[in-house]
T-cell receptor
Framework: DAMVIQNPRYQVTQFGKPVTLSCSQTLNHNVMYWYQQKSSQAPKLLFHYYDKDFNNEADTPDNFQSRRPNTSFCFLDIRSPGLGDAAMYLC?????????FGSGTRLTVV | KNQVEQSPQSLIILEGKNCTLQCNYTVSPFSNLRWYKQDTGRGPVSLTIMTFSENTKSNGRYTATLDADTKQSSLHITASQLSDSASYICVVSGAAGNKLTFGGGTRVLVKP
């Protein structure tokens, strides 16, 4: 089945230690998004790629970076995770009106 | 400012009963409105998507309505089951690209 896959499902990282979350898709969607969702809050858009074009939200901290080496894969890099970065990170893809979320990666910072 | 407001914030219902969740939005221009179900610790799963011209759409026991004139939508859950316990999120897409505006969600708890 075509889908959006996020790995890992759970990630524990140390304070200040760089961490990378991955997202892959088999939908051939041209747009990929990264959201941060904290407990009981709506997802917050961090950035998105329209094809190869990177679009950063104005309030996304510099600590968060992204890479999209090809259509299928997109990575979220957190350069120096702080305790406040503990959250669920959701990847989503879209093409026209179709919009699909991955199952998310729950990040814990210790 | 584009906003999506959902009510109630939380809801407890008995298994087998029906319930209705509300969503009001001010997103303009409007492209489509989606309802998602999000289980705890999981990503949102799409239930319905409606465009401007659609008034109602069903997905099993879930029925969504849309009144584009009053900018209101509702999600009706029929004959609730324990597995319906989740957060239900109303999401509106504006015409400019695919940026979504999320509501705060309604947390539904179905009790036996």
């Amino acid at each position: 089945d075509a889908m959006v896959i996020q790995n890992p499902r759970y990630q524990v990282t140390q304070f200040g230690k760089p961490v990378t979350l991955s997202c892959s898709q088999t939908l051939n969607h041209n747009v990929m998004y990264w959201y941060q969702q904290k407990s009981s809050q709506a997802p917050k858009l961090l950035f998105h790629y329209y094809d190869k074009d990177f679009n950063n939200e104005a309030d996304t901290p510099d600590n968060f970076q992204s890479r999209r080496p090809n259509t299928s894969f997109c990575f979220l890099d957190i350069r120096s995770p702080g305790l406040g970065d503990a959250a669920m990170y959701l990847c989503a893809t879209s093409r026209d009106s179709g919009y699909t979320f991955g199952s998310g990666t729950r990040l814990t910072v210790v | 400012k584009n906003q999506v407001e959902q009510s109630p914030q939380s809801l407890i219902i008995l298994e087998g009963k029906n319930c209705t969740l509300q969503c009001n939005y001010t997103v303009s221009p409007f492209s489509n409105l989606r309802w998602y179900k999000q289980d705890t610790g999981r990503g949102p799963v799409s239930l319905t998507i409606m465009t401007f011209s659609e008034n109602t759409k069903s997905n099993g026991r879930y029925t969504a309505t849309l009144d584009a004139d009053t900018k209101q939508s509702s999600l009706h859950i029929t004959a609730s089951q324990l597995s319906d316990s989740a957060s239900y999120i109303c999401v509106v897409s504006g015409a400019a690209g695919n940026k979504l505006t999320f509501g705060g969600g309604t947390r539904v708890l179905v009790k036996p």
